[in-house]
């Protein structure tokens, strides 16, 4: 071989690797573009469009063979998914909470406060796992009236118990006299 042909092929091998080397860079570049749109999307809860950034990043990454970013988009695109089931939730439970709040209305009106109780704590029991289901105002503002009508309905029930109670040692204390008196007639 001659040296002309071998400085020829180191040129030409050089010239790839710069070429590739610079393609590598703007790829890397587009990504991070990307990146940064797809943030920005995702903070002003535009998903459908992180999403689809996300996925430009991963075709490109592909293409490049740079395996670390379809990680960091595939997490990434995770994150919004359990942001938007997180959101779903929310918007489930404020639904649900609407219909009891208009349910357990009716029922206290009605006198049924055990009833509207056990509505509210099947309901409590139904999203007990959801970690911010007691943030949610509608929520809040369901356990606390049910906390307060709760005591107001135990501590009535307290009071016809024991009315009930005394009327009944009224009775027996009156039956009680009736049976001494008819006793000291019969024996006189």
């Known amino acids: ?4 042909d071998k400085k020829s092929k180191d040129s030409e091998l050089k010239e790839r690797k710069k070429t ?4 590598r860079f703007e790829i890397a570049a587009k990504i ?4 940064v749109q797809a943030q920005n999307s995702y903070l002003t809860g535009n998903y459908n469009d992180a ?5 430009e990043i991963i075709n490109f990454a592909v293409q490049s063979n740079i395996t670390s970013y379809v990680k960091d988009q595939e997490k990434f695109i995770n994150v919004i998914a359990d942001k938007l089931q997180k959101e779903y939730l929310v918007s489930e439970i404020k639904d649900v909470a609407t219909g009891i709040q208009q349910i357990y209305e009716t029922l206290l009106k009605t006198n049924k406060t055990e009833k509207a109780h056990e509505i509210l704590d099947d309901f409590k029991v139904k999203y007990h796992d959801f970690p911010e289901f007691e943030s949610i105002p509608i929520v809040q503002e369901l356990i606390t009236k049910d906390n307060k009508e709760w005591i107001r309905f135990n501590a009535s029930q307290r009071e016809i118990t024991e009315e009930k109670i005394d009327k009944d040692e009224k009775e027996e204390d009156f039956d009680s006299t009736i049976d001494e008196i008819q006793k000291f007639l019969r024996t006189r």
């Open 20 to 23: 590739s080397l610079d393609n």
């Open 1 to 4: 071989m001659k040296k002309k």
């Open 32 to 35: 991070d573009d990307l990146k």
């Open 51 to 55: 999403i689809n950034y996300a996925e």
